[in-house]
């Protein structure tokens, strides 16, 4: 079965870091762009991060440039975002997802990071 799991969130404070991960089964991820997405509480889910299975470029949302770090090891089908220097506005339940895994399974459960102040 095509799937891909959340893991790596946790509780910290500002200015601490985390590393999220994203296991992939059930299909070749170097051939698929791959991407982090975020839901905060009472708010729409927003793209944080993504990484082309074409030529490995990146794309950053403003909010997270120069703090978060996504990269992928496709010899153990897994994708990475370091968080660096988190802020309280980072909280929320991160997703990853690719456009065929959304297709076929929309979305996972997610893992929470919370950030405190």
């Known amino acids: 079965e095509v799937q891909l799991v959340e893991s790596g969130g946790g509780l910290v404070q500002a200015g601490g870091s985390l590393k999220l991960s994203c296991a992939a089964s059930?299909?070749?991820?170097?051939?698929?762009?791959i991407a982090w997405f975020r839901q905060a509480p009472g708010k729409e889910r927003e793209g944080v991060s993504c990484?082309?299975?074409?030529?490995?470029?990146?794309y950053y949302a403003d909010a997270v440039k120069g703090r978060f770090t996504i990269s992928r090891d496709n010899t153990k089908d897994t994708m990475y975002l370091q968080m660096n220097d988190l802020k309280p506005e980072d909280t929320g339940v991160y997703y990853c997802?690719?456009?065929?895994?959304?297709?076929?399974?929309?979305w996972g459960q997610g893992t929470q990071v919370t950030v405190s102040s």
């Open positions: 997802n690719t456009a065929s895994t959304f297709l076929q399974r929309g």
């Open positions: 059930g299909f070749i991820t170097g051939d698929y762009t």
């Open positions: 990484i082309s299975g074409e030529d490995g470029s990146t």
